[in-house]
């Protein structure tokens, strides 16, 4: 398992290098907001305590620590992409005041496909315990 700073690392450094306008610190913010997003609908393996501690320990917060599976991640994935997309898209337009030319899409476009995924994302992330009697 990989720590939401390792993988928002490997998205700013090696997947998207060229075209990303956020610096890491705005990279991993949106890593942990998708994670809090998801974490609203499933576990976090990472942060589920262990039965055997008692008293039970509190559940950790969602930090830049916090270890994601590959299979959340998978989940997670789409939902940061689209957050770091509309991050960077803000700072393009509003840097339009300045005299620069905006690339890629707007702000608002990218809010729409953010809102259809954080719809389906509850769906997405469902697990359910087959019980038999």
Same mark, same amino acid.
């Given at each position: 398992m990989a720590t939401l700073a390792e993988?928002?690392?490997?998205?700013?450094?090696?997947?998207?290098?060229?075209? #990303?306008?956020?610096?890491?610190?705005? &990279?991993?913010?949106?890593?942990?907001?998708?994670? #809090?997003?998801?974490?609203?609908?499933?576990?976090?393996? @990472?942060?589920?305590?262990d039965p055997l501690v008692i008293p039970?320990?509190?559940?950790?917060?969602?930090?830049?620590?916090? !270890?994601? @599976? !590959?299979?959340?991640?998978?989940?997670?994935? @789409?939902?940061?992409?689209?957050? %770091? !997309?509309?991050?960077?898209?803000?700072? /393009? !337009?509003? @840097?339009?005041?300045?005299?620069?030319? %905006?690339?890629?899409?707007?702000?608002?476009?990218?809010?729409?496909?953010?809102?259809?995924?954080? /719809?389906? /994302?509850?769906?997405?992330?469902? &697990?359910?315990?087959? %019980?038999? %009697?």
């Amino acid at each position: 398992m990989a720590t939401l700073a390792e993988l928002a690392d490997r998205f700013a450094l090696t997947e998207r290098p060229a075209g #990303n306008l956020l610096d890491a610190a705005g &990279v991993l913010a949106q890593a942990i907001a998708a994670a #809090n997003f998801y974490a609203g609908y499933a576990q976090i393996i @990472s942060r589920i305590p262990d039965p055997l501690v008692i008293p039970a320990a509190a559940i950790p917060s969602i930090a830049d620590t916090t !270890e994601i @599976s !590959e299979s959340e991640w998978a989940l997670i994935r @789409s939902l940061f992409m689209l957050y %770091v !997309e509309r991050e960077t898209a803000l700072q /393009l !337009e509003a @840097s339009r005041g300045l005299g620069m030319d %905006v690339y890629g899409r707007a702000s608002s476009e990218v809010a729409a496909d953010i809102m259809q995924m954080e /719809l389906e /994302l509850p769906h997405q992330a469902f &697990v359910g315990l087959i %019980v038999t %009697v």
